[in-house]
C-alpha cells in the first residue's frame, strides 16, 4: 500500500506588492492616494474597481479632523467621494466597503477602536511604514527570501 503524499501547502504567510511610481508632484487628492494603493498593492494597474481609493481618502480626510468613522460613515463618505469624481458606483456594497478596510488594516495603516475606525493613533503614513512595515514586516520577508536562497545555493552549489 502507498502512503498518500503529503503537499506542501503553497498559501503565503504574508504577502507584499510594490511598485515605483513617477514622483507625486502636482497630483490632485484623489489621484495621489490612488498611485499609493497602486505602489503598496491595495490596487492593481488597470483595476476598474477601486472603492480602496476612497476607502482610504474618507479616513485620510477624517484624519484631518481626528474623527473616528463607523464603517456605515466611510461606506456613506465612499458614495459622496464616488459622486464627487464622477466614477461608477462599483463596489460601494457595505460588505465590499468593509473588506477593503480589513486590507487597510491588515497593511497596518488602519486600527479599529470599538466599532470606529482611524488611520493608526491619527498619525502619519510614513510613522507607520517605518514603524510597522519597513522595521517588522519587511525583514520578515527579506530574511525568508534569504533562506530560500542559501536552501537552494547549498542544494545547487
Do not use: W
Not at 514622483?23 to 474597481?49: H, T, Y
Not at 473616528?68 to 456594497?93: C, T
Amino acid at each position: 500500500m502507498q502512503k498518500k503524499q503529503s503537499k506542501t501547502r503553497d498559501t503565503p504567510l504574508m504577502e507584499v506588492t510594490l511598485r515605483r511610481y513617477e514622483k507625486p508632484v502636482g497630483l490632485e487628492e484623489r489621484e495621489l492616494i490612488r498611485k499609493f494603493c497602486l505602489g503598496v498593492g491595495l490596487l492593481q494597474p488597470g483595476d476598474s474597481r477601486d472603492v480602496v481609493v476612497d476607502v482610504l481618502l474618507a479616513l485620510m480626510t477624517a484624519k484631518r479632523q481626528r474623527q473616528m468613522l463607523s464603517s456605515e460613515d466611510i461606506n456613506e463618505k465612499v458614495i459622496e467621494l464616488r459622486k464627487k469624481y464622477n466614477l461608477q458606483m462599483l463596489g460601494i456594497a457595505p460588505s465590499n466597503v468593509r473588506r477593503q478596510i480589513k486590507r487597510l488594516r491588515e497593511l497596518l495603516l488602519v486600527e479599529k477602536i470599538k466599532s470606529k475606525y482611524r488611520i493608526i493613533e491619527f498619525g502619519t503614513l510614513m510613522g507607520q511604514y517605518d514603524e510597522k512595515f519597513s522595521q517588522f514586516l519587511l525583514p520578515t520577508i527579506v530574511t525568508r527570501i534569504k533562506e530560500y536562497f542559501t536552501e537552494i545555493d547549498n542544494r545547487f552549489g
